[in-house]
């Protein structure tokens, strides 16, 4: 379990704040800029990152009230300057190229790219449909058994959300499931790690496990 009043990035996997191994691996995969969407927690994110990682500029979208994830990617997608932009949870560590899922998405011509991730039991996430490499469909939770789950990771183009509307609003639930026809968005299938922080069954396996895999 986190420790009271501490935002879920700065939680300690293996003597280091989560975050830290996020923007790391970022830095390392030749990402230029990093925008933080921070809400609560945000002075303690903001006093531990500053204003670089490893030689990467990070700049600070700050939330004065909560906006769901819809609407904190929609606020900082106005301090983005490339036409498309990756867009990741901060408590969540896929193992996957995401230079190779920028191209891909530029290759397929998407508006929005997906990292569509296989894991042998999905209950606990809900399901993601596949068809011939479009999603076309997200499933409740609670379907057992292995398949393909939503990893958390986006590629979207800068103005995809240039019509959402103002406020609060789930990207997947509010924006992306009733437009998934207009969107027809692209999966990007990673067979690598995958780590959700904010499960406690995925913090204690992280402790031994991101070291080895983030190296």
């Known amino acids: 379990m986190l420790p009271p009043g501490l935002p879920k990035p700065l939680a300690q996997v293996a ?9 790391g691996s970022l830095a390392r995969q030749g990402i230029e800029r990093c925008i933080l969407s921070v809400g609560y927690g945000a002075e303690a994110i903001v006093a531990h990152c500053g204003a670089r990682h490893c030689n ?13 994830t819809g ?39 998407a508006r929005l790219s997906i990292a569509c991730v296989s894991v ?21 939770k609670g379907a057992r058994g292995s398949g393909v789950i939503n990893g958390g990771s986006y590629v979207i183009d800068r103005n ?37 922080i904010g499960v406690p069954e995925d913090l204690a396996r992280a402790q031994a496990l991101l070291p080895c895999i983030a190296a």
Not at 15 to 23: A, I, K, S
Not at 56 to 68: D, K, S, T, W
Not at 81 to 102: F, H, K
Request: charged share 25%; aromatic share 10%.
């Open 56 to 68: 990467m500029p990070i700049e600070y979208c700050a939330e004065e009230v909560p906006l769901g």
């Open 71 to 109: 609407g904190a990617i929609r606020r900082a997608l106005a301090l983005a300057r490339e036409p498309q932009v990756l867009v990741l949870n901060g408590d969540t560590w896929l193992g996957a190229s995401y230079r190779t899922m920028i191209e891909a998405h530029r290759a397929a011509r």
């Open 120 to 140: 042998p039991e999905t209950a606990r996430y809900g399901r993601v449909v596949v068809e011939d490499g479009i999603v076309v469909a997200f499933a409740e």
């Open 15 to 23: 003597g280091r704040p989560f975050l830290d191994w996020l923007l």
């Open 160 to 196: 995809v959300l240039s019509d959402a509307p103002d406020g609060a609003f789930s990207f997947e639930s509010d924006f992306v499931v009733p437009r998934i026809a207009e969107l027809k968005p692209a999966a990007f299938i990673v067979k690598d790690s995958f780590l959700d």
